[in-house]
């Protein structure tokens, strides 16, 4: 039965490509520097995020914080939200790959600054998830385009909220932790991505027939 799964297998399309992609080395170099290129950059990027952010989120009110942040996503503070609350019957689970994005409502306590805080991980989030967890995370203000579109999507209930004057994002996946994980990544899978092309060198050579 395996030998002919593995039969069919190998006379689908994406077998067939496979198999002339891994026959012209050349092409496999070419992808190879390409997923290198790729990969370098999501470590510089994520190394220029390391060095830009503390070692720690900053402790900080819900005010204190919404004065640092900018509108839209460059630079955005990480922070650590010391009075914030959790709205319960505002969150708002999606499945996104393998993955699930959940996010909340949180707001000030005196509800006047509105923040949609988004959570990662592979089973959606409960309130009671949510409330073990710090709410931490890169902070800004939605510009228009946001503000447009989050008003457009309607996900949330914000019918008790008419004082709110501020609406902000809260990435909480995002930080300085993630920073350096992602320039682990980069670095690994570029050393994979250019070791592809000496390996199938190598590979063909040990084949070859003496």
């Not at 004065?67 to 990480?78: K, M, Q, S, V």
């Not at 499945?95 to 005196?110: E, F, Q």
Request: proline letters at 5%; hydrophobic letters at 45%.
């Amino acid at each position: 039965m395996i030998v002919f799964l593995r039969a069919i297998l190998e006379r689908t399309f994406l077998g067939l490509l496979v198999d002339q992609v891994m026959r012209r080395p050349i092409i496999v170099g070419v992808l190879s520097l390409v997923m290198a290129a790729f990969w370098t950059n999501l470590a510089i990027g994520s190394y220029g995020e390391a060095q830009r952010l503390p070692r720690e989120p900053m402790r900080l009110t819900t005010a204190e914080a919404a004065a640092l942040a900018p509108i839209g996503y460059e630079n955005r503070p990480w922070v650590n939200l010391t009075d914030v609350m959790i709205d319960c019957h505002n969150i708002h689970p999606e499945k996104v790959g393998s993955s699930y994005r959940t996010s909340v409502v949180m707001t000030d306590p005196l509800e006047t600054i509105i923040i949609i805080a988004t959570y990662s991980g592979v089973n959606p989030l409960s309130c009671a998830d949510i409330a073990g967890k710090s709410a931490s995370g890169e902070l800004s203000h939605m510009n228009e385009r946001r503000y447009a579109r989050f008003l457009e999507l309607a996900e949330f209930d914000l019918s008790g909220y008419e004082n709110a004057t501020a609406y902000m994002d809260m990435c909480v996946f995002c930080g300085g932790r993630n920073a350096s994980t992602g320039v682990i990544l980069g670095v690994t899978m570029a050393l994979v991505s250019l070791s592809l092309y000496p390996l199938l060198v190598w590979n063909r050579r040990k084949q070859a027939p003496l």
